[in-house]
């Protein structure tokens, strides 16, 4: 159980263009999933928190209209990457929150693979 | 606001002898302490966690860590290194609010020669 799967695994796409990630929890209901971005050989940098029904919270320093959160049911959240650029080439990796014996333990989608040429 | 040091960034040992991957901690709280690992190009694969209970966790593949209160540390270990055990460590904590927001440590890479 408490799986997460992302998709697509990794994209290419040229600078200027959107990209949508999406991470959906299999087979339990999330309503908090998290964002986080990872750079080559580096740790986990947490981008925002994704809440069903409501807006993201969002890191200092994450440009919230750059990066678009919607978590629009309990098994989906979407991260859009808008006009994208080469410096957003990295590995994006997605995590739901489930209450398991009365703690939030998190499940980690596999990760996406964007480069921006 | 909670936070974890990996200090080393680079563990290197020989095939069959013991391993430590150091990793402390700082928390509000009780801490919900964890380990992970990450292939190259992939995405991480939970060892093991601290919750409550006993202070010595053991995990997948041989792993095991112990918990320890006072130092606040919860460092890797594992008896016997394999070559394939090759790869970047993470330590995690987070509290028991927001969800469960884990913080990371900056990873450790581990490599095992033959």
């Known amino acids: 159980g408490a799986v997460v799967s992302q998709h697509p695994s990794r994209v290419i796409c040229k600078s200027g263009t959107s990209v949508k990630i999406e991470c959906r929890s299999l087979d339990f209901q999330a309503t908090t999933m998290f964002w986080y971005r990872q750079f080559p050989k580096k740790s986990l940098m947490l981008m925002a928190t994704s809440n069903e029904g409501s807006k993201a919270t969002y890191e200092q320093g994450v440009e919230k209209d750059k990066f678009l959160i919607n978590h629009a049911s309990l098994t989906l959240s979407t991260l859009t990457v808008t006009s994208a650029h080469p410096e957003d080439s990295s590995f994006y990796i997605c995590?739901?929150?489930?209450?398991?014996?009365?703690?939030?333990?998190?499940?980690f989608g596999p990760g996406t693979r964007l480069t921006v040429l | 606001a909670q936070s974890v040091a990996q200090p080393e960034d680079q563990v290197n040992v020989a095939e069959g002898n013991p391993l430590t991957v150091k990793c402390t901690y700082s928390v509000s709280g009780n801490p919900y302490l964890f380990w992970y690992v990450q292939y190259p190009n992939r995405g991480l694969q939970f060892l093991l966690k601290?919750?409550?209970?006993?202070?010595l966790v053991k995990g997948s593949y041989g792993f095991e860590a112990e918990f320890n209160k006072s130092q606040t540390s919860f460092h890797l270990k594992k008896p016997s290194a394999l070559v394939s055990d090759s790869a970047l460590y993470f330590c995690a904590v987070s509290g028991n609010t927001n969800a469960g927001k884990s913080t990371f440590g900056d990873g450790t890479t581990l490599t095992v020669k033959p």
């Open positions: 601290y919750i409550t209970g006993d202070n």
């Open positions: 995590s739901a929150s489930q209450l398991v014996g009365g703690y939030n333990e998190q499940f």
